[in-house]
């Protein structure tokens, strides 16, 4: 089990939603890069990094920034969404070396778009399906569709994706605690791993993440919690380390 910090960027710094409006943010840094930095220099061996402003207008806004760090952490496994809508998007952030982009209301919209990629990008392509009541959510969720999440995670599977992050987006930035039961639903409907997503917490879900980690479930993408000093990353990472070993 891997934890997974979460740097979302909006307007060039690093902010939290809360389930996913734009319009509640609080910023914790004016230096994403300073923050990418805070958790490699904690132990972090992969980051989540959103162009928050990329997904709400559908193309990259803050790609520059992501590039950066990218290339100052080059040892370091990073995983991208937010605008990625084209082949020349993935192929420019793939050349400065990241290592997965995350496709989410693309995946939904144009599916045939998901194993165009998969086909051109092998191990490179991650759908981000995030849902609430176990509806998809697309646009930075601000509109909810009427596909059910596991099918949908069915079918990107036959595709070839690398993995599925999957996000309770009511829970997520609330500081409540994971949707233990949905993520285990999810991944006991696929054989690709899922990377569980929203409201991860306090290191009672950490404990709770490793107890079914053997169904599927290889990390955790964690934000808010890092931030507000709820979820020690290191801590967190060290006692996913002994329950249910790294990822």
């Known amino acids: 089990m891997l934890l997974i910090p ?22 914790y840094s004016d230096d994403p890069l300073a923050m990418a930095q805070r958790w490699v220099g904690a132990g972090a061996t992969r980051l989540h990094l959103v162009d928050l402003d990329g997904a709400r207008s559908g193309k990259p806004v803050n790609s520059g920034v992501i590039h950066e760090i990218a290339e100052s952490f080059p040892d370091l496994v990073i995983q991208v969404g937010g605008g990625i809508r084209d082949d020349d998007i993935i192929q420019a952030y793939l050349d400065v070396g990241v290592n997965y982009v995350v496709i989410g209301t693309k995946a939904v919209n144009t599916p045939h778009f998901v194993s165009n990629v998969c086909v051109e990008f092998p191990g490179h392509i991650i759908v981000g399906l995030d849902a609430r009541d176990g509806k998809v959510a697309i646009d930075g969720w601000s509109k909810l569709s009427h596909h059910d999440v596991n099918d949908l995670a069915q079918h990107f599977e036959q595709d070839g994706v690398s993995a599925i992050i999957y996000t309770d987006i009511s829970r997520d930035g609330m500081l409540s605690g994971v949707n233990i039961d949905a993520t285990v639903q999810l991944a006991r409907s696929i054989t690709v791993p899922v990377i569980a997503s929203g409201g991860v917490s306090s290191l009672d879900d950490v404990r709770a993440l490793c107890a079914v980690a053997d169904e599927g479930i290889i990390g955790a993408i964690t934000g808010r919690a890092l931030y507000e000093g709820t979820l020690d990353f290191a801590e967190g990472q060290r006692l996913a380390r002994e329950l249910c070993g790294a990822a």
Do not use: H
Request: proline content about 0%; hydrophobic content about 35%; some cysteine.
């Open 6 to 27: 979460a740097i979302d960027i909006k307007g060039g710094k690093c902010v939290r939603l809360r389930q996913g409006d734009m319009d509640a943010q609080t910023v």
